[in-house]
């Protein structure tokens, strides 16, 4: 039988839901900025993870939920633990390391929502329309004329990385999309985060022996936001609201993603972006719109 989130009638609550958790993830890219200054990048990427597990785990037993995902779905967990667990946090901390802003990077993330239309679209064997495919080239298109006007030219490493975290992203988003139709979001990230335990911390021990850390108030509060917000807190309504309301339609919330993350860097990085950046935000809105709008 399948998960209540799953059931027809539930599109509106899945929007609001996917949206709180929105507001949750335009947060991350300063929040690891933040954590950066004081932490080393791969110790934050890792780290993140291991403080979500902690949390996960505390959830698990409160709930008295079972511990481990079925055996079944372990394929399932292990691509959401290579998505989002690994994968998004380790290529978008090393491109901020590299020299992305956090505006610079929410505008090439922008794309997520297409990937991730585009990759459900292919897990579930759905055929979208040629517009559909035409509407992504676009975003990409945007996004590559951006890139190309900041990096003098060229596509820098940092723009790769964060290319490296939109498909990571997008995989882990879709699978755990996937899941949580069946079962509760909240169970979905939990499992994953616990099934990531035994890689996750021990690397965080050996990684916070071996490098310099600074901590003050300020890296030790994004460090904090990163691994209980950005890791676990906000895949819960997020994943539940792709359930409810279907993953490329609840996807749409992530349209304000970008904007979001831009306001966040002015607010509390003093980030000053031209207009090249809003523009290229806008575009990649409109593209992403209309590949939602395509799809359907």
């Known amino acids: 039988m399948p998960h209540p989130e799953a059931l027809p009638g539930t599109a509106w609550r899945g929007t609001l839901l996917a949206g709180l958790g929105v507001l949750t993830f335009s947060m991350s ?3 690891t900025a933040f954590a950066m200054r004081g932490f080393d990048p791969y110790l934050v990427a890792v ?5 979500a597990a902690a949390a996960a785990l505390v959830f698990l037993l409160a709930t008295r939920a079972p511990l481990l995902p079925p055996r079944r779905l372990l394929g399932s967990y292990l691509l959401i633990v290579a998505g989002v667990v690994i994968g998004f946090p380790l290529f978008s901390g090393l491109a901020l390391d590299a020299g992305a802003s956090a505006s610079h990077a929410a505008v090439v993330i922008g794309l997520l929502p297409a990937a991730t239309a585009a990759c459900a679209a292919v897990r579930g064997g759905e055929r979208p329309r040629p517009l559909f ?3 992504c080239a676009l975003g990409a298109a945007a996004i590559t004329a951006f890139t190309l006007s900041r990096g003098g030219g060229h596509v820098t490493g940092a723009d790769l990385l964060l290319v490296g975290a939109l498909v990571s992203a997008a995989v882990g988003y879709t699978e755990g999309g996937r899941l949580a139709r069946e079962i509760p979001g909240s169970r979905v990230i939990s499992h994953a985060l616990v099934v990531a335990a035994p890689l996750t ?3 965080t021990v050996a990684l ?9 108030a300020v890296s030790v509060a ?3 936001y990163v691994g209980l917000f950005s890791m676990f807190l906000g895949f819960i309504p997020w994943y539940a609201g792709l359930a409810a309301g279907g993953i490329a339609r609840a ?12 306001v966040w860097a002015w607010l509390l990085m003093g980030e000053r972006f031209g207009p090249v950046t809003v523009v290229a935000a806008v575009a990649v809105l409109a593209c992403v719109a209309a590949s939602q709008r395509a799809r359907s």
Do not use: Y
């Open 29 to 31: 890219f300063p929040a």
């Open 47 to 51: 780290g993140r993870a291991a403080v």
């Open 133 to 135: 495919w035409a509407t």
């Open 201 to 203: 911390v021990p690397v």
């Open 208 to 216: 916070a022996l071996a490098t310099e850390s600074r901590p003050d």
């Open 222 to 224: 994004g460090f904090a």
């Open 251 to 262: 996807g749409q919330t992530q349209l304000a993603q970008p904007l979001l993350t831009l």
